[in-house]
């Protein structure tokens, strides 16, 4: 593990065919309530919960530990009662009015770029504990994840999509744990959104290398969890 960092995990639900949300995105969630209990156990293993700005809006998440039962087990591994909340937006484009802001429950931390507007980061800075300015025109995620170990104390980041953060992720080596459910559902759709969407591997070379550790079915669903394999120097 890299102590300069936090330990990744990524968290995804995904159709058979390996979408995370129907073409026109109206359908977001559609996972059991199996798989709505296993995200807020993950979540309870956690110093700090991420995703990116547009899945927050379009899931109304509020990124929080999920009720006292989990509450009560955070509090028993020994962390905080409440999650750390991380916005992902290059440029610093999330609705003031986003669920998120409307729930004082923990601090909720931004990273964004140099291209986030003066006009939307003051819209912003009332509703933000802290403000991390990681990146030109993208967010280095490397900058970003030492300055959340750094300030925040975070050891454990439990990132939530959608598929352009993941992406990112990945094509930085800095995703450590992979927890996908795949759901017995067929989306369909060229233009319905995948987990790991944006810039991907241009090369079978670049591609992100993993070990399947556990796998579990529950009902018509399968758990599953991967390791990252060491990425080779380039």
Known sequence: MNAARPFVLVNMAMT???KIATANRAVTTFGSPRDLQ???ALRATADA???????IEETNAKLGPGGARFQRLRLRRGLAEFNLRVIASGSASIDPGA???RHRISPIILLTTQRATTRKLCRLQTLLDDL????EREIDFSMALRHLRKKWN???LLCEGGGELNDAL?????????HLTICPKIFGGDWAPTIAD???AARLADAAELKLISSKRVGDEMFLVFRARPQPSK
């Open 154 to 156: 975070v050891r454990r």
């Open 198 to 200: 944006g810039r991907g």
């Open 16 to 18: 058979a065919d390996g």
């Open 132 to 135: 991390a300015i990681c990146g």
């Open 38 to 40: 296993h995200l807020y």
């Open 99 to 101: 669920a998120i802001f």
């Open 49 to 55: 919960v991420m995703a990116g700005a547009r899945t």
């Open 170 to 178: 990945f094509r930085a080596g800095l995703v450590d744990e992979l």
